[in-house]
């Protein structure tokens, strides 16, 4: 099992980013996907998470700037940025629920992380 994050960079306060969560030795469509990052100093926190089921979730933070998707031909999962900021700025990291179910949690694999830095 892996996983492979990607897309991170570095941006304008405003503006969008797709991540990229590609996934090998298992199937996205029958594990949840989460999305968390984590900033220098601070705890990780989660982002989103996309179930086996499709029911999303989004921290109260990205609510409404984010979304979280699947393409199952790829085996991967996005993450949709967009009305960046700079409190945006962290290390996104995506991780595997699991279990073959709709949990969102716990999580039993992590990708390495792509970081994203937003620009005033």
């Keep these: 099992v892996q996983l492979q994050a990607s897309g991170g960079g570095f941006v304008q306060s405003g503006d ?12 996205v469509n029958n594990f949840a996907i989460g ?11 989660g ?10 979730d989004y921290s109260e933070s990205v609510e409404g700037r984010f979304t979280i998707s699947r393409d199952g031909a790829k085996n991967t999962v996005y993450l ?31 990708g390495q992380g792509t970081q994203v830095t937003v620009s005033s």
Excluded at 17 to 24: E, K, M, N, V, Y
Excluded at 47 to 56: I, Q
Excluded at 82 to 110: F, H, I, M, Q
């Design 16 to 27: 969008s980013l797709t991540l990229s969560c590609a996934a090998s030795g298992f199937s």
């Design 80 to 110: 949709h940025l967009n009305s960046l900021k700079p409190e945006d700025t962290a290390v996104y990291y995506c991780a595997r629920g699991a279990y073959v179910s709709a949990a969102c949690r716990p999580y039993d694999y992590w």
């Design 35 to 45: 999305w968390f990052r984590q900033a220098p100093g601070k705890e990780r926190e």
């Design 47 to 56: 982002v989103s998470c996309l179930n086996s089921d499709g029911d999303t």
